[in-house]
T-cell receptor, first 110, second 113 residues
Framework: RKEVEQDPGPFNVPEGATVAFNCTYS??????FFWYRQDCRKEPKLLMSVYSSGNEDGRFTAQLNRASQYISLLIRDSKLSDSATYLC???????????FGRGTSLIVHP | DADVTQTPRNRITKTGKRIMLECSQTKGHDRMYWYRQDPGLGLRLIYYSFDVKDINKGEISDGYSVSRQAQAKFSLSLESAIPNQTALYFCATSAGEGAYEQYFGPGTRLTVT
């Protein structure tokens, strides 16, 4: 099983919609998680850090389900500018090496 | 000014040529990384360094080498470029213990003909 698995999508939603996608991880020792956003051919940028059961930042909510080993990202009131690829990165241990999945592509249309 | 810079931003080179990609950071981070990204494959780790005297291979290090010249500088070399090394290359940094978020440079688009 891959360390990180994400549905590549694309998720195609209209403006204003609520959309959610999951990231499953294989290492049960993962202690925290990062969601990065990557625009086409640009560098990934940190969107949100999740250190406990979840985190909320404006329209973005991350929820962690340790029992089922997945973390979800919920985006409310989608904007055209939310169109991007969203990358999930779990963290475990002090010498942790970040492992990226392929990401989930989101397209928000008018 | 950007915290993590990469040079060059774009490069076209021929098969067999040696090429160096450079990364500099002003964030004061100890940890630096080199990734490559190919369409549909996500980010794959080439090399990483936890401090100036530490160099480690990532999952796809064959055909690449690195040099950590200083805390702020981490260079990636392709000793003899081949076409399947055509990709988008990213440098990243992180602070390390207690702060693992990564900060990426703008990327270098490399084409090997």
């Amino acid at each position: 099983r891959k360390e990180v698995e994400q549905d590549p999508g694309p998720f195609n939603v209209p403006e204003g919609a609520t959309v959610a996608f999951n990231c499953t991880y294989s290492n049960s020792a993962s202690q925290s998680f990062f969601w990065y956003r990557q625009d086409c051919r640009k560098e990934p940028k940190l969107l949100m850090s999740v250190y406990s059961s979840g985190n909320e930042d404006g329209r973005f909510t991350a929820q962690l389900n340790r029992a089922s080993q997945y973390i979800s990202l919920l985006i409310r009131d989608s904007k055209l500018s939310d169109s991007a690829t969203y990358l999930c990165v779990p963290r475990s241990g002090g010498s942790y090496i970040p492992t990226f999945g392929r990401g989930t592509s989101l397209i928000v249309h008018p | 000014d950007a915290d993590v810079t990469q040079t060059p931003r774009n490069r076209i080179t021929k098969t067999g040529k040696r090429i160096m990609l450079e990364c500099s950071q002003t964030k004061g981070h100890d940890r630096m990384y080199w990734y490559r990204q190919d369409p549909g494959l996500g980010l794959r780790l080439i090399y990483y360094s936890f401090d100036v005297k530490d160099i480690n291979k990532g999952e796809i290090s064959d055909g690449y080498s690195v040099s950590r010249q200083a805390q702020a500088k981490f260079s990636l070399s392709l000793e003899s470029a081949i076409p399947n090394q055509t990709a988008l290359y990213f440098c990243a940094t992180s602070a390390g213990e207690g702060a693992y978020e990564q900060y990426f440079g703008p990327g270098t688009r490399l084409t090997v003909t």
